[in-house]
């Protein structure tokens, strides 16, 4: 008698542990493809936000790139961007802007959060320079302007020794000092140089660095030369 195939009982077909790893694989990728396409399409869009930060950095617009930062910081904390936006706000605040209070809060996320191990002494020891600095923030406003200004050394120069005759007591007298001594050095006015690093020497104490006394020397015998010399 013919067996009609079509009437037959269906079967359960075994499905074989490895075909079920593989299904539950297919599976689990596909859940995870939504996903995915949202991850590339954020780290897109902040890649996008820190491009248009530097370029606004370069450009001189310190304020757009702090609030583009910003916005990396606060609307995109997972992301590998946030490291170098919270850095960079630091940066801006204190250089560029000069809010010790904003530069302090973010100095003080990037110490917590991101700092490797040979950062955080360096960043510690800034934290502490900027907390005295609050009460003197009108004069580091106006020092980091001269700073930060590139209007050549003629005009650096006299506005920090106006700086020093009208704020004797400054914090960062010896950093301003120090640019004195480099920028005159630059001017080929070696008595003055000598005489800047000198005051570096002097107010500096045992902080002096090696840098300085090396440019004190320097700047000594290359004095004594051209006096000699009659220069």
Avoid at 66 to 92: C, D, F, W
Avoid at 169 to 177: H, N, P, S, W
Wanted: glycine content about 4%; overall charge positive; cysteine-free.
């Amino acid at each position: 008698m013919a067996i009609i195939a079509d009437k037959l009982p269906l079967q359960l077909v075994p499905i074989r542990p490895a075909k079920l790893i593989q299904l539950f694989i297919l599976t689990l990728v596909g859940s995870l493809l939504p996903f995915a396409g949202f991850a590339v399409e954020n780290s897109r869009t902040v890649n996008d936000l820190k491009q248009k930060a530097q370029h606004a950095y370069i450009e001189g617009r310190y304020a757009d790139a702090a609030a583009i930062n910003k916005e990396i910081a606060e609307k995109h904390p997972e992301s590998e961007a946030r490291r170098y936006a919270v850095q960079m706000l630091g940066t801006i605040y204190e250089n560029n802007i000069v809010d010790i209070r904003k530069a302090i809060r973010w100095d003080r996320e990037y110490l917590k959060k991101y700092a490797d191990p040979r950062q955080v002494s360096f960043y510690r020891e800034k934290l502490s320079s900027l907390g005295k600095l609050l009460r003197q923030e009108e004069d580091f406003k106006t020092y980091q302007t001269i700073l930060f200004a590139n209007q050549g050394d003629e005009i650096m120069v006299k506005k920090f020794e106006a700086l020093l005759k009208d704020h004797p007591d400054f914090l960062m007298k010896v950093e301003v000092e120090r640019e004195l001594g480099y920028a005159y050095l630059r001017m080929d006015k070696r008595r003055e140089s000598y005489q800047a690093f000198q005051a570096v020497s002097r107010d500096a104490g045992d902080n002096t660095t090696t840098s300085d006394r090396i440019e004190t020397a320097t700047a000594s015998r290359y004095w004594e030369m051209t006096s000699v010399w009659g220069k």
